[in-house]
Structure formats: structure tokens, C-alpha cells
Nanobody, 115 residues
Framework: QVQLVESGGGLVQAGGSLRLSCAAS????????MGWFRQAPGNQRELVAR???????NYADSMKGRFTISRDNAKNTVHLQMNNLKPEDTGVYLC?????????WGQGTQVTVSS
């Protein structure tokens, strides 16, 4: 059983920064992809960024240049450094792990950006 626990959300003013972390536990092996999705009220869940176990990354266009995803395979953790935050970045950020055709999700952490 895989479990994901996020941390690092909070309230920040526009232009500020936050760093989210996600710790995965359980049987994690082989090729996998860890990432962050965002769920805002009234909107569909959308990809923010993801990173493979080999280190390849991709970002949603609106996050490029502002957000950086990284991971530590030895610790099964993934981080999201978010800079120059905007009010439209507000939402619940959910950690995701894709492995062997299965998707695992964390409970999410709230990020609120005030204008």
C-alpha cells in the first residue's frame, strides 16, 4: 500500500513563495512518476508539474519559470518550489504517484495566494 503525505501549504501574498513537500511510503520501485496537481473551486483538477524517477520533468505552461519540481529517490520525496505566486495559483495541491499503471493520491494541501 502506497501512502502520500503532503506538507508546506499555507497563505501567502502575491509575489511570495512556498515550498511543498510530499513523502511517499510503501512499496515504491521501478519506473514511476511523481507530480503535483491543483484543484481549484469550480475547476477541473489540473497538472502542475511532474517528474519521473529518472529525473525528466514537465510543467503546465502557466507554471514554467515560476515553479520547480524536484525529487529525492532515496527518500521517496518530491518537492515543489513555487515562486512569484499569483492569486490564480490558489487551490488544493495534491501529490500524485503513478506506478505500474496505478495512480496514488495524497489528501492535498491548501495554498491560498492573496492579492
Amino acid at each position: 500500500q502506497v501512502q502520500l503525505v503532503e506538507s508546506g501549504g499555507g497563505l501567502v501574498q502575491a509575489g511570495g513563495s512556498l515550498r511543498l513537500s510530499c513523502a511517499a511510503s510503501g512499496s515504491i520501485f521501478g519506473f514511476n512518476v511523481m507530480g503535483w496537481f491543483r484543484q481549484a473551486p469550480g475547476n477541473q483538477r489540473e497538472l502542475v508539474a511532474r517528474i519521473t524517477s529518472g529525473g525528466s520533468t514537465n510543467y503546465a505552461d502557466s507554471m514554467k519559470g515560476r515553479f520547480t519540481i524536484s525529487r529525492d529517490n532515496a527518500k521517496n520525496t518530491v518537492h515543489l518550489q513555487m515562486n512569484n505566486l499569483k492569486p490564480e495559483d490558489t487551490g488544493v495541491y495534491l501529490c500524485n504517484l503513478g506506478m505500474l499503471g496505478y495512480d496514488y493520491w495524497g489528501q492535498g494541501t491548501q495554498v491560498t495566494v492573496s492579492s
